[in-house]
């Protein structure tokens, strides 16, 4: 604001002609159920007189719990509506972030954590927020000593929920908690990754022994989820010099998660007679991997007709794997590639949104390098293009788009 406008400010006079005692009553009643106006106040004085320690931290543990007031009512009904709007997310995680960011630079007081902390919990607890990442980083950031994380963990543990019960037993044994750690973790022995949990941590404390024996159990007993049970026996049996069991771990990882990149990660570790035994076993496998991961592989075993047999089974565009296939078969299948492309086109004749009008000039340019490039047939083009554009004469928006992409759309002649 001006300062002229300031000193004519009639609130100003007023300001000025009132005892300090009045103003401090003044300030305390707006600031009380106005969080952003508390904040303010806290931010404006940090910067204009000069703080004890004790009180800077105090200053920045009321501006963090104003700043949680101003976003708990939209939280709150994130959490009573199971999420909500995008912009309504945006603005609680973006005011969360804020939070943890003074939380991880700023002294700040016990209490003011301590409280912070009591009021995540809800939240943690319900679960149903859809900010359940924010809010464990947020609870994290409360810890500023062994002290605070030992008593989160205790909060967590006290909920008696999996997902706080795996959080709280990760921080005891980030405490160093042997006993608390693995009070938890063996009581949930269920899925591969929850034996490799309890194996990394005996390896990690040198009883190797008992780490090989947990990750044998977990290769008989876990339900799923066994990629870094046998990453680990894998690394240990090539330790150990034994290629064989090292191979045969290696080939389930991949056959676990079947793509380009690990069929050729695994290609290049064995040698010309070991592939000659595997890869007759992975291309059995190849139909339990994405239809993409497939193409992608049948194109580069140079197997053609597989890649287009399975190219002509899925829908146009449904990854770029496929359309980068499709580019390169066109010379080989130039009709059937040419199929493909016109099943992208949709009803070109129905009305769409022109972001739609802007998707099929993609494809129809794809068409035409097709026909001129490929199959060298013009007058094909021709013809069809002319129909595509006469069809759709009363469309200024799709004529638009397609005359941006398409060489010589508006000098094509209508069929």
Not at 56 to 64: T, V
Not at 241 to 260: I, P
Not at 282 to 300: A, D, G, P, Y
């Amino acid at each position: 604001m001006d300062k002229n406008k300031i000193e004519l400010d009639p609130l100003v006079e007023l300001l000025e002609a009132t005892k300090p005692e009045l103003l401090i009553k003044l300030i305390t009643e707006l600031a009380l159920y106005r969080p952003d106006v508390r904040r303010e106040c806290f931010d404006y004085l940090k910067k204009h007189i000069t703080l004890t320690t004790a009180q800077k931290s105090r200053s920045e543990g009321e501006i963090i719990l104003a700043l949680w007031c101003e976003l708990y009512s939209d939280l709150e009904d994130l959490d009573e509506r199971g999420g909500g709007d995008d912009d309504t997310e945006d603005d609680v995680a973006e005011r969360m972030l804020e939070i943890q960011k003074i939380l991880e630079e700023s002294e700040i007081d016990e209490e003011a954590r301590r409280e912070l902390l009591d009021e995540v919990l809800p939240f943690i607890e319900s679960g149903n927020a859809g900010m359940d990442d924010l809010l464990y980083e947020l609870a994290y950031a409360t810890c500023c000593s062994d002290e605070d994380w030992r008593n989160l963990a205790l909060e967590l543990e006290a909920l008696n929920r999996d997902w706080p019960t795996d959080h709280a037993r990760r921080i005891y044994r980030k405490l160093g908690d042997r006993e608390k750690y693995l009070e938890l973790q063996l009581k949930k022995l269920k899925y591969g990754a929850d034996y490799h949990d309890l194996v990394t941590f005996y390896w990690d404390e040198g009883s190797r022994k008992e780490a090989l024996l947990v990750a044998e159990e977990g290769m008989k007993r876990a339900e799923g989820r066994l990629d870094q049970l046998r990453t680990f026996l894998a690394d240990r049996a090539l330790e150990g010099g034994n290629r064989e069991q090292y191979l045969a771990l290696q080939f389930e990882l991949v056959c676990d998660q079947l793509t380009l990149e690990t069929y050729n990660t695994f290609k290049k570790i064995c040698t010309p007679e070991e592939w000659a035994h595997f890869e007759p076993k992975i291309v059995e496998r190849l139909n339990t991997s994405w239809l993409s991961e497939r193409l992608r592989i049948r194109m580069e075993r140079e197997e053609y007709d597989e890649a287009l047999a399975i190219l002509l089974k899925g829908k146009y565009g449904d990854s770029s794997a496929e359309l980068e296939a499709a580019k390169k078969l066109e010379q080989r299948f130039p009709e059937q590639i040419l199929t493909y492309y016109l099943s992208g086109l949709g009803n070109h004749n129905s009305n769409a949104q022109r972001k739609e009008y802007t998707r099929q000039a993609a494809v129809m340019v794809k068409v035409r390098s097709l026909l001129l490039d490929v199959i060298k047939d013009e007058a094909r083009w021709n013809v069809f293009a002319g129909k595509v554009k006469g069809d759709n004469l009363s469309k200024p928006a799709f004529q638009e788009e397609f005359g941006r992409v398409i060489a010589g759309w508006r000098e094509l002649v209508l069929a």
